[in-house]
């Protein structure tokens, strides 16, 4: 037994006893979701159009995110219709900005690795940053969006006479709270994978015009971007949605 194996044994235990059937669903999203990461790139790199991969598989990756990580429907629901509409405005920003950026390829520290190797492989390099820039804020979207969606789906619950305004006042509140948090994680991550670069750029005394012109550190630096104003997006559109939708099935 491998240490990877040892790991997945052991999160499928803690996640079995902490969280009952909704963590064994939770671990099958996980899988699930590494399953469907590794056809994108099989897929990709059979020569399948990376526009109609992104098609398919980023609703499909929403759904088996949101619907396998809750047990609530209607949490569910509201959180993958927020989800999606909020990752649609994503995208086209990414599209955009990805563009202006040209931060797509290999950076100066793969030159090494790549000497007397051809590039020239028949994909997009820019598609394949785009895609992957997608896929890597959608958790961080649908985080957010399942917790706003459960904290006000159980503050109605709890209170089923609250009206539409004192709904929108708790959540404006409730999402103050998860704003820190999830931006924070967001950030924290950033400083954990980008470490060894980081240490990289200080022993080769790179200026910081050499690192803010530097492939690895502006593809990185806009995904934490991009997250952060999907997090920023979803958190009154899911208020809003949800307040919405209970204010007419109460009438």
Not at 31 to 36: E, K, Y
Not at 40 to 67: H, R
Not at 198 to 222: C, T
Not at 237 to 243: E, G, I, N, P
Request: proline residues 2%; charged residues 10%.
């Amino acid at each position: 037994m491998n240490t990877l194996t040892a790991l997945l044994i052991l999160l499928f235990a803690l996640m079995l006893i902490v969280g009952g059937t909704t963590g064994l669903k939770s671990y099958l999203s996980v899988i699930l979701n590494a399953c469907l990461v590794i056809l994108v790139a099989l897929l990709i790199s059979w020569g399948v159009d990376i526009v109609w991969v992104g098609i398919i598989f980023i609703p499909l990756k929403l759904l088996t995110i949101i619907y396998l990580g809750t047990h609530d429907y209607a949490v569910a629901k509201n959180s993958f219709i927020t989800a999606l509409l909020v990752s649609v405005t994503i995208i086209l920003t990414i599209i955009i900005f990805e563009h202006f950026a040209q931060a797509a390829g290999f950076g100066d520290q793969a030159s090494e690795e790549l000497v007397g190797l051809s590039l020239n492989v028949g994909i997009s390099f820019p598609q394949i940053s785009i895609i992957v820039t997608i896929f890597s804020t959608l958790g961080a979207i649908a985080e957010a969006s399942v917790a706003m969606s459960a904290g006000l789906l159980e503050l109605k619950r709890h209170d089923p006479n609250i009206n539409r305004t004192q709904l929108l006042h708790n959540g404006n509140q409730v999402g103050t709270d998860i704003l820190g948090t999830a931006l924070n994680t967001i950030l924290f991550g950033l400083f954990g994978s980008f470490l060894p670069l980081f240490i990289w750029y200080m022993r080769l005394n790179y200026s910081l015009f050499d690192i803010l012109n530097d492939k690895l550190f502006i593809s990185e630096s806009m995904i934490i971007i991009y997250s952060f104003i999907g997090v920023l997006l979803t958190i009154p559109l899911t208020t809003y949605l949800l307040a919405h939708t209970l204010d007419k099935d109460n009438h």
